[in-house]
């Protein structure tokens, strides 16, 4: 009990610095950095842009937001025959889906993409999103990967540049072609943390990259596997469906993806809120 009151208290602190940090300043920049990008035409590599700004409706906990906790770097060197994971990480109301876009693109061809991220729509809940992205072929030219994080009517962007570390002769010898053998299971998508009411259905996504395919199960907060019942549902994706979720399921969750490569695991912390009502 006293590992999840630290937990808590953790969350709730950094949930605090986070909407306070949120609100101070960061209005500004986001217009001046997505008029200036319009401006260049293309997005640019390494650049972060901030949410655009729209009229949002206002939800319990505030007004409608996302932004960056974690970047992918500005540029990454591909060593010949290994695959290149791309991180990123974004937090915001609602809950927000990351996705990726390859190559140099206008921000209206970004902006007009639609999401190919299936996730449920909660205006009560605050969620932490992790995405991976694995480049699991050979590059034969310098490449830009953009993280697109959305919620609501709000974007934000992040570019990295993938540059492959051979000799020229060889880019001008090689073809991209995919890395064939088998891979351990890679966890691309999931929710470090998710808040939302009591009484919400919610659903952890646990998506793999794997070859040959990923057995998925989840543990709680005790390490004991969680078995499907009228509460807990592993679904076929190898996400988990909690409804109705109470006071009693705050807590860490893990996913664990495992084949005959090795494994992969993912934690998301669950905080559910009481209602007003209840209060």
């Given at each position: 009990m006293s590992q999840k009151m630290n937990l808590l208290h953790l969350?709730?602190?950094?949930?605090?610095?986070?909407?306070?940090?949120?609100?101070?300043?960061?209005?500004?920049?986001?217009?001046?950095?997505?008029?200036?990008?319009?401006?260049?035409?293309?997005?640019?590599?390494?650049?972060?842009?901030?949410?655009?700004?729209?009229?949002?409706?206002?939800?319990?906990?505030?007004?409608?937001?996302?932004?960056?906790?974690?970047?992918?770097?500005?540029?990454?060197?591909?060593?010949?025959?290994?695959?290149?994971?791309?991180?990123?990480e974004v937090m915001g109301s609602q809950i927000p889906t990351v996705q990726w876009v390859v190559g140099h693109l206008p921000l209206s061809e970004i902006d007009s993409i639609e999401s190919n991220v299936i996730s449920e729509s909660s205006a009560s809940a605050i969620v932490k999103v992790r995405s991976v992205h694995v480049v699991d072929h050979m590059l034969s030219?310098?490449?830009?990967?953009?993280?697109?994080?959305?919620?609501?009517?709000?974007?934000?962007?992040?570019?990295?540049?993938?540059?492959?570390?051979?000799?020229?002769?060889?880019?001008?010898?090689?073809?991209?072609?995919?890395?064939?053998?088998?891979?351990?299971p890679r966890i691309v998508y999931s929710e470090r943390m998710h808040l939302d009411l009591v009484g919400s259905n919610i659903v952890l996504p646990c998506k793999v990259h794997a070859r040959p395919r990923a057995e998925v199960f989840w543990m709680n907060e005790e390490g004991n596997l969680i078995e499907q019942n009228q509460h807990f549902k592993?679904?076929?994706?190898?996400?988990?469906?909690?409804?109705?979720?109470?006071?009693?399921?705050?807590?860490?969750?893990?996913?664990?993806?495992?084949?005959?490569?090795?494994?992969?695991t993912a934690d998301a912390f669950i905080y559910p809120v009481q209602r007003e009502s209840d209060n």
């Amino acid at each position: 009990m006293s590992q999840k009151m630290n937990l808590l208290h953790l969350t709730i602190l950094a949930l605090l610095v986070l909407l306070s940090n949120s609100r101070c300043g960061s209005e500004a920049r986001a217009i001046d950095d997505v008029d200036n990008s319009i401006e260049a035409g293309v997005e640019k590599p390494a650049q972060t842009m901030l949410s655009k700004q729209s009229s949002t409706p206002r939800t319990r906990f505030g007004q409608d937001w996302i932004k960056f906790t974690k970047t992918p770097p500005a540029k990454i060197m591909q060593n010949p025959g290994t695959p290149v994971e791309i991180v990123c990480e974004v937090m915001g109301s609602q809950i927000p889906t990351v996705q990726w876009v390859v190559g140099h693109l206008p921000l209206s061809e970004i902006d007009s993409i639609e999401s190919n991220v299936i996730s449920e729509s909660s205006a009560s809940a605050i969620v932490k999103v992790r995405s991976v992205h694995v480049v699991d072929h050979m590059l034969s030219e310098p490449r830009i990967y953009t993280c697109v994080g959305r919620t609501g009517s709000k974007t934000i962007y992040a570019s990295t540049t993938v540059y492959p570390q051979s000799e020229l002769k060889d880019l001008l010898q090689m073809r991209e072609k995919p890395f064939m053998g088998p891979t351990r299971p890679r966890i691309v998508y999931s929710e470090r943390m998710h808040l939302d009411l009591v009484g919400s259905n919610i659903v952890l996504p646990c998506k793999v990259h794997a070859r040959p395919r990923a057995e998925v199960f989840w543990m709680n907060e005790e390490g004991n596997l969680i078995e499907q019942n009228q509460h807990f549902k592993l679904l076929p994706s190898g996400d988990l469906l909690i409804s109705d979720i109470k006071w009693e399921d705050m807590g860490a969750y893990k996913c664990i993806a495992r084949n005959a490569m090795g494994k992969d695991t993912a934690d998301a912390f669950i905080y559910p809120v009481q209602r007003e009502s209840d209060n």
